[in-house]
């Protein structure tokens, strides 16, 4: 029994060890020994997400115009060798880097061109105003110094000003105007300025020689600048096809373009054979590229007027080579009509009626919308333009120029003659009674 009691009291006092005795030695030893200085506290891991960033205020950039030193109106004038001030400020609400500017002229080659100028700043100046005529630059001088309008050449000029900051490091618009720069010495399209007898053609067109003997000044090889006042005068804007670029085009000539905007949005024509099938498309879906209508210009020999220079004719497809003016091309497109061609007459499906067309060649010549470059122009002029009462320059007598469509050239060989590639002969729209 003793024993029993011993042993009772041992475990006890064992069991006080070390519910007592133990912790007691081991908080004292933690409170004696020194934490190392480079010891990283434990943090304890939440759930609070990190705060966002303010985000950077939008960058502004703007131009205040002078109203002692405006910029250029739109198609002004401005006398040749003249020079001109730049007024008004570039306003930002971050440094500015630097302010530029640039001006082109229409049809120019010459090497002056693109004339630009820059000015810059050190961002640590802080610069936020900066007026066109300062000097406080990083190279002391002005925009308005460097612009030198006295230099430029005659022709249309675009001028276009931009900035860039700290904030906004890629250049920026902030303005841009057109005008013109103007000798005063002019010349006058006169009637030996005509090739092939085209200016009685053109005069039984305008029958008046006023409307198209205008005065002009050259710009670069064979680009002139209109009088100002007979180009406000006789070119419009038409929108031909809906959706896409405006046609320059003569007030006299609109009634025609009118009929072949008709035409061109509402004739239907497919194409199908060794090239595959085109499916049912509009006339207008042939059109790669319009190459413009109305522009200041004389053929490329600098001898003889354009008709474009009166905004009677019309460039359309000039990318594909076939209708490049060239006289190997005559053969090439009569050789494809004439022989790999065939008119099959109008075809219905569904509630669209089309004129159909089977491609028989072996044309290596790019195809577009499954239908070769070589008979495109063809049948955007049998079912459109001649129907509308132009003229087509694949039928020039010394060279193809089928991207061409005209009013007022004077081009001697007939669409339905004997050298003609005429295949339709009957059509089921009718653009008098759609007016």
């Known amino acids: 029994m003793a024993a029993i009691i011993a042993l009772l009291v041992v475990i006890a006092l064992c069991t006080l060890f070390l519910i007592v005795v ?28 990190e705060p966002t960033p303010t985000p950077l205020v939008p960058s502004v950039l703007t131009y205040d115009e002078s109203t002692d030193y405006p910029m250029p109106k739109e198609d002004s004038q401005l006398l040749l060798g003249q020079s001109y001030k730049l007024g008004g400020s570039v306003q930002s609400n971050y440094p500015l880097l630097s302010v530029s500017m640039e001006i082109t002229c229409a049809y120019s080659e010459d090497p002056r061109y693109p004339f630009i100028q ?3 700043f050190d961002p640590k100046s802080a610069v936020y105003s900066y007026p066109l005529d300062d000097t406080l630059t990083q190279d002391g001088v002005s925009l308005d110094s460097l612009a030198q309008f006295s230099a430029l050449g005659v022709g249309i000029h675009t001028l276009k000003l931009y900035a860039t900051s700290v904030g906004q490091p890629t250049p920026e618009l902030l303005f841009q105007t057109q005008f013109y720069i103007l000798s005063d010495e002019w010349l006058q399209i006169k009637k030996t300025d005509f090739s092939n007898s ?16 205008y005065r002009y000044q050259w710009v670069y090889a064979r680009y002139i600048v209109a009088d100002p006042a007979w180009e406000d005068e006789n070119i419009i804007s038409f929108d031909c096809l809906p959706g896409q670029e405006l046609w320059q085009i003569n007030k006299l000539a609109l009634p025609y373009y009118q009929a072949v905007s008709y035409y061109l949005n509402n004739v239907h024509l497919r194409v199908s054979g060794t090239n595959g099938d085109s499916g049912i498309l509009l006339l207008r879906d042939i059109i790669d590229s319009y190459n413009g209508s109305y522009c200041s210009r004389f053929t490329s ?11 009677t004719a019309t460039d359309l497809n000039g990318g594909m080579g076939v209708n490049d003016n060239l006289k190997e091309n005559i053969a090439i497109i009569n050789d494809e009509v004439k022989n790999q061609l065939v008119y099959n007459g109008i075809k219905s499906e569904g ?19 499954e239908i070769p470059e070589t008979v495109i122009n063809y049948l955007l002029y049998e079912l459109a333009f001649y129907r509308s009462g132009f003229q087509w320059g694949h039928y020039y ?39």
């Open 198 to 213: 085209s200016y009685e053609t053109t005069l039984a067109f305008f029958q008046d020689k006023d409307a198209f003997l």
């Open 397 to 435: 007598v010394s060279t193809s120029d089928a991207m061409h469509f005209t009013l007022t050239d004077n081009i001697r060989i007939s669409h339905d003659g004997n050298d003609g590639l005429r295949k339709v002969y009957e059509y089921i729209e009718d653009y008098s009674s759609a007016q």
């Open 118 to 120: 820059t000015v810059t």
């Open 301 to 311: 020999s600098e001898k003889y007027i354009s008709h474009h220079a009166f905004g």
């Open 351 to 369: 509630d669209v009626s089309y004129y159909d067309f089977t491609y028989t060649g072996n044309s290596f010549i790019w195809v577009f919308r």
């Open 22 to 49: 133990i912790p007691l030695r081991a908080k004292r030893t933690a409170q004696e020994t020194p934490v190392a200085e480079s010891a990283t506290p434990f943090i304890v891991p939440t759930n609070t997400p």
